[in-house]
């Protein structure tokens, strides 16, 4: 049977410590030599132990020299001589809470990583999350070739598979274009990505450098209003992929893409919403995933000890993963979605962190890794009755060998990958997606619900990648539409007025909302022409960082000749970057939009 769940390769060259270590395991190039004080990740685990364990596996990452190397080509279908522990290893050290950008032991790998081809999925995916971590607005245009990578290799059906390396070398630098920032430059969010130091859930990476990517200042030397946000480059998907791939590919892509979106590319939106649609429509009726779904090649149905279509743990806690990625990137509530909900019951359901639940003794630490992932993306302590964290912290923390992980577990890529798995979980370090906003529905009798993307998620896309649309940009630039049916977006002249878009809601939960980023000033004002056709009347419900500030009856008795100006002003939020939402709610004809500016 074909294996192909491998996400890096086995026999990796080895290559010579980097840096000396002192007796209490950590890098004497640091200086480091007091015992840091994270956050305590959770009240039912020695915190102590977490750290020492951590600082044992880093130790291991970086005196074998795991950072760099590549494989030899050991399976069908994967790339020869291009992946690497590399981009995991970046990942885990930065993680880890003892290495940052300009520590002289990641130096060596973060060059290797820049002039390395881009040759599979994960590489792609993995090299996203390290270096939108490191440090998104340096190497930017390094993570959009990531995304392009991404977006270029997704298959028809959505999925991803290891896809073909890029036939031109990287660039020599990775610097970001100069151009001239403006106050309506769309924000990228920032901020702690952590829960409050202290809480059950909070990860030590709060006390890490946090990110200056996509922060918006008031430049005290320029005036509120001004903008440090980086660049948003746009990627499009530029050539189709291959007919299908497999979930384990995908689910890194979605990491991948995710990473992306936090650096402020604007990826390509019609491959998030075909990577959801694959997701939602592979889903087994028990509610789990399997690594392909049983119409596709490859798997099999069940296997106790190698990949397969039916539900099992590592799959599972992938796919539930990425929805939750897609659902908060396409301004959808992950916290509802049926599938997510079905997805969380089986793991509930099936929970095990001594192994990878329905397999006897194979990618195990994989699987635990994407149990972290789901837990903090979700936002949830519980799968089930089960305290995901503390039990698997604690199975961890006793399966530690010599520094190492995963010397018994059937993965391709062996202790290397195990030994980044358990760190990743052990330090929580997945950045958590942060609630929706909650938009009024106008109806007392309906609570408010989540409409569209959410607020910035601390590395942060306030965004979500969803790009200009060109009907909408003739009459709102700069804005961006959600929840309207695009069969019947359009523009026409109408009532007097050309260019007039309308909008229809796709149903009575999902309104029509208008958004933008704005950075206000002491005389922000938003100016809005709206209309409604003869005999139909609608509600304008505005919206700023998800609190209802004012609401406008657009109807006869309130226009003129069909048309009502509104006027929002911002005055009240000088000095800051704000989310502003204009909702549609009403209009059985379609609500009108002339001018917003």
Not at 442 to 464: Q, S, T, W
């Amino acid at each position: 049977m074909k294996l192909r769940l491998a996400i890096l390769l086995s026999a990796i060259l080895a290559i010579p410590a980097l840096a000396p270590f002192d007796s209490g395991l950590m890098p004497l190039a640091q200086g480091k030599q007091d015992k840091p004080k994270p956050v305590p990740a959770h009240a039912k685990v020695d915190q102590e132990k977490v750290d020492e364990a951590i600082k044992k596996g880093c130790k291991y990452l970086l005196q074998s020299g795991q950072g760099m190397g590549t494989f030899p080509h050991g399976q069908r279908n994967q790339p020869q001589a291009i992946q690497a522990y590399g981009e995991i290893v970046l990942l885990t050290l930065l993680h880890s809470g003892y290495y940052q950008e300009g520590d002289v032991e990641l130096q060596p790998i973060i060059d290797f990583l820049n002039q390395k081809t881009l040759g599979s999925t994960y590489t792609a995916a993995l090299m996203a999350m390290a270096l939108q971590k490191l440090n998104p607005k340096k190497y930017q245009m390094r993570i959009a070739e990531c995304a392009q990578y991404l977006c270029d290799n997704q298959c028809e059906n959505g999925q991803w598979d290891y896809g073909e390396p890029v036939k031109d070398p990287p660039p020599t630098t990775y610097e970001i274009p100069k151009r001239k920032k403006t106050p309506d430059d769309v924000a990228t969010g920032g901020g702690d990505p952590n829960a409050p130091p202290g809480t059950p859930g909070a990860s030590d990476a709060s006390k890490a450098p946090s990110s200056s990517a996509g922060k918006t200042t008031a430049d005290p030397k320029k005036g509120p209003g001004k903008t440090n946000t980086i660049p948003r480059i746009p990627v499009r998907k530029k050539k189709p992929g291959p007919p299908n791939g497999d979930n384990s590919n995908s689910q890194y892509a979605a990491l991948g893409l995710r990473a992306c979106l936090d650096a402020g590319i604007d990826v390509d939106p019609s491959v998030l919403q075909r990577a959801r649609q694959w997701w939602t429509r592979s889903q087994n009726s028990d509610g789990g995933w399997g690594y392909n779904d049983h119409g596709n090649m490859g798997g099999g149905d069940d296997n106790p000890n190698s990949v397969s279509n039916n539900s099992y743990g590592s799959m599972t806690v992938g796919a539930t993963g990425a929805l939750c990625i897609y659902d908060y990137f396409m301004g959808i509530d992950y916290k509802t979605d049926g599938n997510v909900i079905k997805g969380l019951n089986w793991l509930g359901n099936n929970f095990d962190v001594t192994k990878n639940p329905k397999k006897t003794a194979f990618a195990y630490l994989y699987f635990l890794y994407g149990l972290e992932r789901v837990g903090m993306l979700y936002g949830t302590e519980k799968m089930g009755t089960h305290e995901w964290y503390p039990e698997g912290a604690n199975h961890l923390l006793g399966i530690q060998q010599d520094g190492v992980w995963g010397t018994d577990d059937k993965l391709p890529g062996g202790a290397p990958l195990g030994t980044c798995f358990a760190i990743l979980f052990l330090r929580r370090g997945t950045l958590p997606l942060k609630p929706l906003p909650q938009v009024a529905t106008g109806d007392p009798h309906r609570p408010a619900v989540a409409n569209g993307a959410p607020v910035p998620n601390g590395g942060g896309n306030r965004d979500a990648g969803l790009v200009a649309n060109k009907t909408v940009e003739a009459v709102a630039p700069g804005w961006r539409l959600l929840n309207c049916k695009p069969e019947l977006q359009k523009t026409a002249s109408l009532l007097g007025k050309t260019n007039v878009l309308q909008t229809f809601a796709e149903g009575t939960a999902r309104l029509p909302t208008l958004r933008r980023q704005i950075d206000a000033t002491r005389d922000t004002t938003v100016k809005a022409v709206v209309g409604h056709n003869p005999g139909d009347s609608w509600t304008l419900t505005v919206v700023v960082e998800g609190k209802e500030i004012a609401t406008h009856p657009v109807s006869a008795e309130k226009s003129k000749e069909g048309w009502v100006e509104i006027s929002i002003d911002l005055t009240a939020f000088a000095g800051k970057s704000v989310l502003v939402e204009l909702v549609q709610s009403g209009a059985a004809e379609g609500a009108l939009w002339s001018e917003i500016k």
